[in-house]
């Protein structure tokens, strides 16, 4: 059975009542979805609160799931709109910028693994984390929509068009952007030695 | 200084959507665009090193929706038959009952159904009602056009005697018959002006009395058709 495949029966298991169904299906995805709402946020308080929403979307927009895309492409489609929805309550670009200037000590770091119940290998995990939070403050110099484009292209591997449908913007403005974000993000790195 | 082909070919690279003749165009340029290389060498690097993000594990929350924990009901909006069909059904025997006057009388052990009774709708005290409520109107009406009459007959004589003292203040030397003559000119122009709005209001509240009547009517007609099922 194709993973598509076992994505409809387990849509239409979970329509027709099934919580272990439904269960099965966000555990297909949620490993993805949070880290997408890690890195757009940066912290793990608010990539919970996103990554609750998105499933609660796509809870409650199950029975509109027709099958004409990829049911990945229409859970991103709904993660990108709560993420916008988010930003735009929270001002999160400015939270986030406040966040940046903060340097995540070890401790905060190791706090985050204790709390982590999945943890299997504490060192490699606080490795991880180390370097995702390096990786979050060279994304926190973008703007809320460069950074969108940069995690859609990136990290979901959309296409410019389907970005572009998502964000109700042209292909070439979604292209432009990327170039932008990644000019910005060059700068950066160079500035801290980190490019090779 | 950068190649300006680089704003497009960069992003262009990471299309996958590209045309095979846009790609060949595009790895054609990069060959003799030392800029390029660099920019798109630069991309690349970009790429990679946001790429080594780890996936950090997801904490314990809650995945079901309450909704679907509390109840194993379907999440999908779908009605039963009886769902998709009992408003219609229930729109439907309604329309019926009011078509056909049915009444429902509960008693303390047994109820009865009854079609077409005129009970319900009593013409005759509906016509009383209508007739008493005809006649008390009627002496209201009566007793306000007479008020607005007689303040329109005060408001008009005042304005007339302001008139008549202007004009013997422009003609003094008007002789007294002359003033006779307008006197009586503006007691008929007073006179003709209150049959003229009196005869408006009686329209109006004929107006009036005219829907009454047509409820009475229409009260006449149910008791006719109530017979008539009988």
């Known amino acids: 059975m194709s993973s598509t495949d076992q994505d409809e029966a387990l849509i239409s298991a979970a329509l027709d009542?099934?919580?272990?169904?439904?269960?099965?299906?966000?555990?297909?995805?949620?490993?993805?979805?949070?880290?997408?709402?890690?890195?757009l946020t940066g912290n793990q308080?608010?990539?919970?609160?996103?990554?609750?929403?998105?499933?609660?979307?796509?809870y409650r927009n199950l029975h509109r799931f027709r099958g004409d895309s990829q049911f990945t492409t229409w859970l991103f489609r709904i993660a990108h709109n709560k993420a916008v929805d988010m930003s735009r309550r929270k001002y999160?670009?400015?939270?986030?910028?406040?966040?940046?200037?903060?340097?995540?000590?070890?401790?905060?770091?190791?706090?985050?693994?204790?709390?982590?119940?999945?943890?299997?290998?504490?060192?490699?995990?606080?490795?991880?984390?180390?370097?995702?939070?390096?990786?979050?403050?060279?994304?926190?110099?973008?703007?809320?929509?460069?950074?969108?484009?940069?995690?859609?292209?990136?990290?979901?591997?959309?296409?410019?068009?389907?970005?572009?449908?998502m964000q109700d913007i042209s292909a070439n403005t979604a292209k432009t952007r990327f170039y932008t974000a990644l000019k910005l993000l060059k700068a950066h790195l160079e500035h801290n030695h980190e490019l090779s | 200084m950068s190649c300006h082909e680089s704003l497009k070919l960069v992003p262009d690279y990471f299309d996958e959507t590209l045309s095979l003749q846009a790609r060949n165009a595009l790895e054609a340029h990069l060959q003799v665009c030392a800029d390029c290389q660099q920019a798109l060498a630069d991309a690349k690097s970009i790429k990679a090193h946001l790429r080594h993000w780890q996936d950090e594990p997801v904490p314990q929350w809650q995945s079901v929706p309450k909704q679907l924990q509390d109840k194993s009901a379907p999440v999908k909006p779908r009605f039963s038959f009886w769902g998709q069909w009992a408003p219609l059904a229930g729109a439907f025997?309604?329309?019926?009952?009011?078509?056909?006057?049915?009444?429902?009388?509960?008693?303390?052990n047994s109820f009865t159904f009854a079609f077409g009774s005129n009970a319900g709708i009593d013409a005759h005290k509906i016509t009383a009602q209508l007739a008493q409520f005809e006649t008390v109107?009627?002496?209201?009406?009566?007793?306000?056009?007479?008020?607005?009459?007689?303040?329109?007959?005060?408001?008009?004589?005042?304005?007339?005697?302001r008139l008549l003292e202007t004009v013997i203040e422009q003609f003094g030397d008007s002789t007294t018959r002359s003033l006779e003559q307008v006197m009586a000119y503006f007691e008929a122009q007073r006179q003709e002006d209150l049959r003229?709005?009196?005869?408006?209001?009686?329209?109006?509240?004929?107006?009036?009395?005219?829907?009454?009547?047509?409820?009475?009517?229409?009260a006449n007609y149910v008791q006719y058709q109530g017979s008539q099922l009988q």
């Not at chain 1, 060279?138 to 296409?159: A, G, M």
């Not at chain 2, 003229?196 to 229409?218: E, G, N």
């Open chain 2, 196 to 218: 003229r709005m009196q005869t408006s209001y009686q329209r109006l509240a004929d107006s009036d009395f005219q829907t009454i009547r047509s409820m009475q009517q229409l």
């Open chain 1, 45 to 58: 308080t608010e990539a919970l609160d996103l990554m609750q929403e998105v499933f609660l979307g796509v």
């Open chain 2, 137 to 161: 109107q009627r002496a209201l009406q009566q007793q306000t056009l007479q008020e607005l009459s007689s303040q329109i007959e005060n408001r008009q004589a005042s304005n007339n005697t």
């Open chain 1, 17 to 39: 009542g099934s919580a272990r169904a439904w269960e099965r299906l966000v555990k297909r995805y949620e490993s993805r979805v949070y880290n997408f709402s890690l890195r």
């Open chain 2, 93 to 108: 025997v309604m329309a019926v009952a009011v078509m056909f006057n049915v009444q429902l009388q509960v008693e303390d």
């Open chain 1, 92 to 165: 999160m670009v400015t939270s986030l910028s406040s966040l940046a200037g903060q340097e995540q000590s070890d401790d905060d770091v190791l706090d985050h693994i204790a709390n982590d119940k999945g943890a299997q290998d504490p060192q490699r995990l606080l490795s991880a984390k180390q370097s995702n939070a390096e990786i979050i403050g060279c994304l926190d110099i973008l703007n809320w929509e460069q950074r969108l484009v940069v995690e859609l292209k990136v990290f979901q591997s959309h296409t410019f068009d389907e970005i572009a449908e």
